[in-house]
């Protein structure tokens, strides 16, 4: 079974600063891991995924990840915070067996200020 | 190319009644998953298509929920007797999937359903 863990309900940045969303995760097996990102009344987008080629992963819109197997987090950050970054942010998990599903974690809302 | 399309975008019933919400795939795709993203239990898996495989149900939360796929492309997910609880966005996802890594999933937009 596989399971995760976002730190923060809500973060909140000013613009121009840097963006850092934590998740941890838990996997029987080796775990792929994902990063999609919900804007208001818009469907989830892939931000960028982890499947055990190069531990720092780089996305869409400047954000990207580090793999940490011995701390199993995958946090989500991006340099610079642009207004258009305010959004839902879900760290998913998936394992390479049997239906693939993912699971989701609960979610980071990203208010990003002016 | 075009993405994943679900229908009606929003749709209001009453307690009771049968609702049928619909999911077009990215053509080619080969796996289709249902999601319901609601507010006390977040994102959730509730079905999952492959081929010509059976459909692995697992995660339906009861027999008033349903779902088929219907030449290996557009599928249907029925819930009967809708109950106020089943107030959600149900959301589709497709994929192609392979023999070797673990593939994208692309997602609709999502049906938003109020249960009155």
């Known amino acids: 079974a596989q399971s995760v863990t976002q730190l923060d309900s809500h973060v909140s940045v000013s613009e121009g600063t840097p963006v850092l969303l934590r998740c941890n995760y838990s996997s029987s097996y080796s775990p792929s891991l994902f990063w999609y990102v919900q804007h208001p009344n818009k469907g989830l987008q892939l931000l960028l995924k982890?499947?055990?080629?190069?531990?720092l992963v780089k996305g869409i819109n400047g954000f990207e990840a580090e793999f940490k197997k011995s701390e199993t987090s995958f946090h989500l950050t991006k340099p610079s915070a642009h207004m258009s970054d305010a959004a839902e942010y879900f760290c998913?998990?998936?394992?390479?067996?049997?239906?693939?599903?993912?699971?989701f974690g609960s979610g980071t809302r990203l208010q990003v200020q002016p | 190319g075009a993405g994943v399309s679900q229908s009606p975008s929003n749709k209001v019933t009453e307690k009771g009644k049968d609702v049928e919400l619909r999911c077009d795939p990215i053509s080619g795709h080969t796996a289709l998953y249902w999601y319901r993203q609601s507010l006390g239990q977040g994102l959730e898996f509730l079905i999952y298509f492959q081929g010509n495989s059976a459909p692995d149900k697992s995660g339906l939360p009861s027999d008033r929920f349903s779902a088929e796929r219907t030449g290996g492309s557009v599928s249907t997910l029925t819930i009967q007797r809708t109950q106020q609880e089943d107030s959600a966005v149900y959301l589709c996802?497709?994929?192609?999937?392979?023999?070797?890594?673990?593939?994208?999933?692309?997602f609709g937009p999502g049906t938003r359903l109020l249960v009155l």
């Open positions: 996802a497709s994929s192609y999937r392979t023999s070797g890594g673990l593939e994208t999933q692309y």
């Open positions: 998913v998990v998936s394992v390479n067996t049997g239906r693939r599903a993912l699971t």
């Open positions: 982890y499947t055990s080629a190069a531990t």
